[in-house]
C-alpha cells in the first residue's frame, strides 16, 4: 500500500491557539521594538542573528529566536545563509516609518499589558488594572512614571493616520470658524485640521501640563497666528464663543454620568448655530454591519477602556449610547460620519 504524503492543512481548532498565545506575540514585537531591531534590519539586513547579537550584546542563540518569533508573524523574512531581512510589513515598525505603530507596539507591551493580566478579577470585581496593579488612576501614574508619561504622550502624538487624519478627511471643518479642541493634548489634531483647512482659527483647551506639548506642535506647525492653547479643566468650564466643540478620544474614558459634564459645559459656551463634533468608535449593534480590522479595532479599544478603568470605566458606545448621552448634554445627534479608519466623526447640534 503507496502510503499518502502529509497534509499541511491547519487543524480546525489553529485559530484559537493562535489568539490564546497572542499575549506572547505580543510581548515578542514589544521586545523588537525595544531593541531597535526594525531599523537594525534595515541598516545592516540581510544580517546573521550572530552579527545582529554582536551589535546588540545579547546571545546569538536567543535573537536567533526572537527572530523566528517574527519570521512566524511575517515581520520579516529568514533567508539563505540564516540571514534576515525586514519584510514591507515588518517597517511599520520602524519609528521615522510615516505610518509607524512603534509607540503603540511599546505602550502596549509596557505600560498596557501588565493591567490585562489576571483580567478575570476586572470582570469578577469591576476593578479596574489601573488600581488593581499600579495601585492609582492610570493617569495619576503617568504623571508619577516619567517614563511611561512620555511613552503614552508620543503614542498619543502619533494618532494622525488613525485618528486626526481620517477625520479631517471625511468631514468638513472649512464650515466654521473657531474650532475649539476640547482636550486636545498636544494640538496634533488641531495642526491636522488647520494644515487642512485655512480659514478656521483653533483653540487647544486642556490641562495647563500639556501646555508645551502644545505650544511645540503649534509653532513647529507655523499656526502660532490661527492657533493658541488655553489652559483648563473641561470639567468645570469651556472656552466660550466656538462654532464647533472638538471632542476626540475623550468621551470614551468616561461613565455617562461623568461623559455628560464637558458636554453640558460646552452646551453653555457654544456659539449660536455651533456644532459639538465626537471622534471616536462607535460600536456596532444589532444587524449593523462588522467589518474586519475597523471591528477588531473597536472591540480592542472597549476591553482596554475595561482592563484599565474596569467596570466603574468608560467604554465604546453605540450610535444610540451616543444619542442618549448628547441628549442628556441638550444635543441633538444629527450625523455620524464613518472615516476610513476605525473612529467616526459624530455631529450633533444644541435643541
Not at 482592563?307 to 444610540?320: D, L
Given at each position: 500500500m503507496q502510503r499518502s504524503e502529509p497534509q499541511n492543512a491547519s487543524p480546525p481548532f489553529a485559530p484559537l491557539l493562535q489568539i490564546a498565545y497572542g499575549a506572547l506575540d505580543s510581548q515578542i514585537?514589544?521586545?523588537?521594538?525595544?531593541?531597535?531591531?526594525?531599523?537594525r534590519l534595515v541598516h545592516d539586513g540581510p544580517i546573521s542573528a550572530a552579527a545582529l547579537a554582536s551589535s546588540i550584546g545579547i546571545d546569538t542563540v536567543t535573537v536567533e529566536r526572537v527572530l523566528r518569533g517574527l519570521v512566524s508573524m511575517n515581520v520579516c523574512d529568514e533567508i539563505d545563509g540564516s540571514r534576515?531581512?525586514?519584510?514591507?510589513l515588518g517597517e511599520y515598525l520602524r519609528p521615522n516609518h510615516p505610518d509607524s505603530v512603534?509607540?503603540?507596539?511599546?505602550?502596549?507591551?509596557?505600560?498596557?499589558?501588565?493591567?490585562?493580566?489576571?483580567?478575570?478579577?476586572?470582570?469578577?470585581?469591576?476593578?479596574g488594572g489601573s488600581q488593581r496593579v499600579l495601585g492609582m488612576p492610570f493617569f495619576e501614574h503617568l504623571i508619577k512614571e516619567p517614563a511611561a508619561g512620555l511613552l503614552f504622550d508620543r503614542t498619543m502624538a502619533g494618532e494622525g493616520p488613525f485618528r486626526h487624519r481620517p477625520?479631517?478627511?471625511?468631514?468638513?471643518?472649512?464650515?466654521?470658524?473657531?474650532?475649539v479642541?476640547?482636550?486636545?493634548?498636544?494640538?496634533?489634531?488641531?495642526?491636522?485640521?488647520?494644515?487642512?483647512?485655512p480659514q478656521p482659527t483653533g483653540i487647544v483647551f486642556d490641562l495647563p501640563?500639556?501646555?508645551?506639548?502644545?505650544?511645540?506642535?503649534?509653532?513647529?506647525?507655523?499656526?502660532?497666528?490661527?492657533?493658541?492653547?488655553?489652559?483648563?479643566?473641561?470639567?468645570?468650564m469651556v472656552p466660550a464663543g466656538g462654532d464647533v466643540y472638538v471632542l476626540s478620544n475623550f468621551l470614551v474614558i468616561w461613565q455617562d454620568v461623568q461623559a455628560v459634564i464637558p458636554l453640558r459645559n460646552c452646551r453653555k459656551a457654544i456659539a449660536k448655530n455651533g456644532k459639538v463634533l465626537l471622534i471616536e468608535w462607535v460600536m456596532p449593534a444589532g444587524s449593523e454591519p462588522r467589518e474586519g480590522f475597523r471591528f477588531w479595532d473597536t472591540v480592542a479599544r472597549d476591553l482596554l477602556m475595561l482592563?484599565?478603568?474596569?467596570?466603574?470605566?468608560?467604554?465604546?458606545?453605540?450610535?444610540?449610547g451616543f444619542e442618549d448621552l448628547l441628549s442628556a448634554a441638550g444635543f441633538e445627534l444629527t450625523a455620524v460620519v464613518r472615516t476610513r479608519g476605525s473612529v467616526s466623526v459624530i455631529e450633533a447640534k444644541p435643541v
Open positions: 514585537l514589544c521586545v523588537a521594538a525595544q531593541l531597535g531591531l526594525a531599523e534576515f531581512r525586514l519584510t514591507a512603534e509607540a503603540r507596539i511599546l505602550v502596549h507591551g509596557q505600560v498596557f499589558y501588565p493591567m490585562w493580566n489576571n483580567l478575570i478579577e476586572t470582570v469578577r470585581t469591576g476593578a477625520a479631517v478627511e471625511a468631514y468638513d471643518f472649512g464650515q466654521f470658524k473657531t474650532v479642541d476640547v482636550g486636545g493634548g498636544n494640538a496634533a489634531l488641531m495642526a491636522e485640521i488647520q494644515k487642512a483647512y501640563r500639556a501646555a508645551d506639548a502644545a505650544q511645540h506642535t503649534i509653532a513647529g506647525a507655523g499656526l502660532s497666528d490661527r492657533c493658541r492653547f488655553v489652559g483648563g479643566d473641561a470639567f468645570e482592563s484599565i478603568y474596569g467596570s466603574g470605566g468608560g467604554r465604546v458606545r453605540t450610535r444610540s
